[in-house]
């Protein structure tokens, strides 16, 4: 894992949590196909991988400070997402703002949150659940991800931008690249 780390210049904790997460949804979703490295491309877009404004991942995988993202208010570039959880995951009683490593609005959390590191709770400020939750979402809304069809669907369900999507392949395939090459 140190090594992989070092090549794609993930921190391991977050690696470790992409990883585990690919070995569940292996298990939960065989069908999916899903790999570490398609999480970790959404990782690297939506946190750096829970390194965004300082934030760091503590041993227990916990992202500190919070990462709570603007409000979605309906402003320039964003959409109006009236409050969903009255608060309680973004700090927000009027608007949802995208939380944790992997950014997940508030009600989509509700729906896809799971608990990825077997404390009981679901976290979307734990960085196991919130990549297990993450490729549950994408599992669900791909079916296979092993196409081009089913990666793509997956992705644009979690952000509706093709800029986006083609930001994570990039970024997933890179790291997919750089862990290849060192076993060749």
């Known amino acids: 894992m140190e090594q992989t780390a070092e090549r794609t210049g993930i921190p391991e904790r977050a690696l470790e949590a992409y990883s585990s997460a690919s070995i569940q949804l292996a298990e939960l979703m065989p069908e999916?196909?899903?790999?570490?490295?398609?999480?970790?491309g959404i990782g690297a877009t939506e946190s750096r991988h829970g390194g965004y404004g300082g934030a760091t991942i503590g041993p227990d995988g916990t992202v500190s400070p919070a990462i709570v993202g603007v409000p979605l208010d309906g402003g320039?570039?964003?959409?109006?997402?009236?409050?969903?959880?009255?608060?309680?995951?973004?700090?927000?009683?009027?608007?949802?703002?995208a939380v944790g490593p992997m950014q997940f609005i508030p009600e989509t959390w509700s729906f896809y949150g799971r608990d990825g590191n077997g404390d009981g709770q679901a976290d979307p400020h734990q960085f196991d659940d919130a990549a297990l939750s993450a490729g549950v979402l994408l599992c669900e809304r791909g079916g296979d991800l092993t196409t081009d069809d089913g990666w793509n669907t997956a992705v644009l369900a979690y952000n509706q931008s093709l800029s986006y999507a083609n930001t994570v392949a990039d970024r997933a395939e890179s790291y997919a690249a750089s862990t290849s090459t060192a076993t060749e």
């Open 32 to 40: 999916c196909g899903i790999g570490w490295n398609t999480l970790a």
């Open 76 to 97: 320039e570039g964003v959409a109006a997402i009236p409050d969903t959880d009255g608060g309680a995951f973004d700090g927000d009683t009027e608007w949802d703002r």
